[in-house]
């Protein structure tokens, strides 16, 4: 009975170790996307686990719809297509998003160091040495051995070792003094050891985690600036654009006028009523203003492939031979919100650079506690616990007539359960308790550890001060150009007013012979600069309301941009 219930209790040991060595702890708790083998519990808990980590390709996702937006070799978009396109289809950015999905990975990793082990050791051992002794019984002492063994160790975050051993070893021998033969010996052994200075409390363990976490945010972070300033690429691109067809549209215009003045000043020449002069300078003015046209559809060109390579993960034919055509005009930008005080405010607060800077100040802040903690003396508490156990077929002798060749009076069978028995009876324990101090001399290399990783934080938190105080200069700035845009559209709009009335004048004027060829054209010429200076005002307006938006960290809640969304992991 007794026998039975020591077997009972043992047979409880193996579900109490297996919950010990997989109780969650808070630093294992998983917070961020889960990367796990695929298939049932099983799987995922063991098998899964030693192979190839299933590692996914992370997809562009727009380019069924940019081609189908293609009619006729033209692509039709708006600022938003614009911008929607280059979140799915840009190559630049699909790179930025593998660094989340690398430092994800660093997470799990962050998890390896509270893992537990666990080895098994089956073992076979023959042996045959020569006699020293006539108690050894033979010229030649043949030992054959079978050792099974099982270590689990597992360690925990407070600075806590676990250490589960069981031991089970068979032994036959031809020595006729051997009373067990073949003997199974047992061994259970549990042990702890506890850091109480080095390696105490959740810093020594929790640090890879904690760090890991870190970067996966701070990769996110980083991929937030890269979202943004790809948004911005491609809506300076696209007004880029809107400008250069404005500016063609222009450009036109001065054209026929300058072929309307030639072909007037040809007339009147052919009567005589006007000199081979004008006619020149007639035919100057429509030589300049097609070559200015040339430019202008070659600036068109350069901002129409800038604007397909961040639209398009590649170039198809279709794409490279489509002409992109914008169909946003442009429009007066919204006025900057609140003050510039509150603007650098909540930017100082929303900027992903400064949370990056941030989170790599909480890093150094992590190294310096563990520097700390490693300038500590190691004294640790060693605490053990064993249970041993004998088995085997006890051979019975008769020693009476000597301890040589004694007859064999019987054998009683036993084995592996019997010694089991002897193992869990309670009859047989053993424990250790005591404490190791191990003491550095010098110290030097935890010292110089501690003192690197203080003048790294002090570094980055000066670091973080030249952030803070760029940005406020940036927003400044941002106001500043805004208004100065702003006042620009204003004055070249009063400009084209002028120059259009002054060039409706000179034309009257020399209908009725009151004005010549050479005021006509540069009536003409200062109409064209002064649209081409208006566009180039609205269009730097509107581009400094987009920079605006960058330096304030709105540009993806301007454009209800989610960075989830355009993360894009391909874990859930």
């Not at 600022?79 to 994800?104: G, K």
């Not at 508490?381 to 249970?387: A, E, F, I, P, T």
């Not at 309670?426 to 203080?454: C, E, H, M, T």
Request: with cysteine; net charge neutral.
């Amino acid at each position: 009975m007794k026998d039975m219930k020591c077997l009972r209790i043992s047979g409880r040991m193996i579900p109490a170790l297996c919950v010990l060595l997989a109780m969650p702890l808070p630093a294992q708790e998983n917070t961020y996307p889960p990367l796990q083998p695929p298939g049932n519990a099983f799987n995922r808990t063991f098998a899964g686990n030693y192979g190839s980590s299933p590692v996914h390709t992370i997809e562009v996702r727009g380019e069924s719809e940019l081609e189908s937006l293609i009619r006729d070799g033209t692509l039709t978009i708006s600022q938003e297509d614009a911008i929607r396109l280059a979140l799915a289809n840009n190559v630049d950015l699909n790179v930025q998003r593998y660094t989340p999905y690398l430092q994800l990975w660093g997470v799990a990793g962050g998890r390896a160091v509270l893992n537990p082990t666990v080895q098994f050791s089956p073992n076979l051992n023959r042996t045959v040495t020569p006699s020293s002794s006539a108690l050894q019984g033979d010229a030649g002492v043949l030992n054959l051995g079978n050792a099974y063994s099982v270590n689990v160790h597992k360690p925990f975050e407070m600075g806590l070792d676990f250490d589960f051993n069981f031991y089970v070893t068979r032994a036959r021998t031809n020595n006729p003094f051997s009373s067990l033969n073949p003997s199974v010996t047992s061994l259970l052994n549990i042990g702890f050891t506890q850091h109480l200075l080095q390696g105490f409390g959740r810093i020594s363990r929790a640090r890879p985690l904690r760090v890991a976490r870190n970067n996966y945010d701070l990769s996110v972070e980083n991929f937030s600036a890269a979202v943004t300033g790809i948004v911005t690429s491609a809506l300076n691109t696209y007004w880029t654009l809107v400008y250069n067809d404005e500016d063609i549209l222009v450009k036109e215009a001065s054209q026929k006028l300058a072929l309307v003045t030639l072909e007037q000043a040809r007339i009147q020449a052919e009567v005589g009523t006007l000199a081979q002069l004008d006619v020149l300078q007639a035919q100057a003015q429509v030589a300049g203003v097609n070559q200015q046209l040339v430019v202008s559809r070659y600036n068109r060109r350069i901002a129409e492939d800038q604007l397909k390579r961040l639209i398009s993960s590649r170039l198809p034919p279709a794409l490279m031979d489509a002409t992109i055509v914008p169909s946003s005009r442009p429009q007066p930008p919204p006025a900057p919100p609140g003050t510039v005080s509150e603007a650098t405010q909540r930017a100082l607060e929303t900027r992903p650079e400064v949370k990056a800077q941030l989170l790599n100040l909480a890093n150094n802040k992590i190294q310096i506690e563990y520097t700390r903690n490693q300038l500590r003396p190691v004294l640790d508490l060693v605490m053990g616990y064993s249970q041993n156990g004998l088995g085997g077929d006890n051979i019975q002798r008769d020693f009476s007539k000597g301890f040589l060749n004694a007859p064999v009076l019987g054998i009683k069978p036993g084995g592996l359960g019997d010694s089991f028995s002897s193992l869990f009876s309670g009859n047989n324990l053993g424990y250790a308790i005591g404490f190791s101090l191990k003491v550095p001399i010098g110290n030097d290399q935890a010292r110089a550890n501690n003192a690197q990783a203080q003048i790294a934080y002090k570094q980055a938190e000066e670091s973080l001060h030249s952030l803070r105080q760029q940005i406020t200069l940036q927003v400044r700035q941002a106001y500043d150009t805004y208004s100065l845009h702003q006042a620009n559209v204003d004055a070249a709009q009063v400009s084209v007013d002028y120059q259009e009335k002054r060039l409706q004048g000179e034309q009257d004027k020399y209908a009725l012979g009151a004005s010549t060829t050479f005021l006509v054209l540069q009536a003409q010429r200062d109409l064209q600069n002064a649209q081409t200076i208006l566009l180039q005002a609205k269009t730097a307006w509107i581009q400094s309301r987009i920079a605006l938006d960058q330096v304030l960290g709105d540009t993806l809640a301007v454009h209800n941009i989610l960075l989830e969304d355009a993360l894009n992991l391909p874990v859930k």
